[in-house]
């Protein structure tokens, strides 16, 4: 699902809005000092790093399934222990971790209750599993105007919205289903701005996510459409300041 592309590319799509995530994320989830954290689905590394600021290297460990962002965030993060693996079946024993976090996750694990068992299991009795998705099913999200010109054009095409955890109340359902307790909703809300409507269209060209496979599979004036009702929803001035928020769940291990 278009992740198997270069760090570069997952960076200029979704970094802006990745990298301020992950310090409001890693704050609400009470990050500090003298705790050991894991970041399930590491990506390129945004939340990692945060995490090794308010941790010091020794005391984060991360993994991620792409070879190519495995490869990128150690380069990133000397020090850290990153692995290559999927939060359903992670390398490391039971109880090892104070707080283990999905930033940007849930929605695309292949069976988000299993991802989150597996996060729990790994954190030891009353620690912290926390986890961020973004609001996509009510039209918050960093990709609302993408998402609206495609729907324009092609009512029926596949979008984000139905993803787990993308909705008000689904992400703490699932920690429940997972066995979590005294779990916490919240909303997180970031902003980037985007000096020309050139910047903002081009990592849509990239190949990343369910956006990138969706562009990538139009053909040119398919592709052309889309482009121009993007344009005419954004407007002409510029530049313009994107809000995106994600909807938060953090609970504890019994």
């Given at each position: ?57 020794e005391a984060v460990s ?59 299991r790994v954190t030891r ?130």
């Amino acid at each position: 699902m278009g992740f198997d592309v270069g760090a570069d590319a997952y960076g200029r799509f979704m970094g802006r809005f990745a990298e301020p995530l992950a310090v409001r994320f890693a704050g609400a989830a009470g990050v500090a000092r003298g705790q050991r954290a894991l970041d399930v689905g590491c990506g390129t590394g945004a939340l990692t790093a945060e995490l090794v600021v308010r941790l010091g290297p020794e005391a984060v460990s991360a993994v991620d399934p792409s070879a190519p962002f495995v490869e990128a965030a150690r380069v990133r993060l000397p020090g850290v222990e990153i692995r290559r693996a999927a939060a359903e079946l992670l390398p490391f024993p039971d109880g090892g971790f104070d707080v283990t976090l999905a930033q940007l996750v849930v929605h695309f694990m292949t069976d988000p209750v299993a991802g989150l068992r597996e996060m729990a299991r790994v954190t030891r009795p009353g620690g912290v599993v926390a986890a961020c998705v973004w609001d996509h099913a009510g039209g918050r999200g960093p990709l609302t105007v993408f998402w609206q010109a495609v729907r324009s054009l092609d009512p029926d095409a596949y979008d984000e919205s139905g993803l787990a955890g993308a909705r008000e109340g689904d992400l703490a359902d699932l920690f429940a289903a997972a066995g979590l307790h005294d779990v916490r909703s919240s909303m997180l809300t970031v902003r980037t701005s985007y000096a020309s409507f050139d910047q903002w269209w081009e990592p849509y060209t990239l190949g990343v996510g369910p956006a990138g496979d969706h562009v990538q599979r139009l053909d040119a004036a398919g592709r052309a459409a889309l482009r121009d009702r993007c344009a005419s929803l954004l407007g002409d001035r510029w530049p313009v300041e994107v809000p995106a928020s994600a909807w938060t769940a953090i609970g504890r291990t019994r």
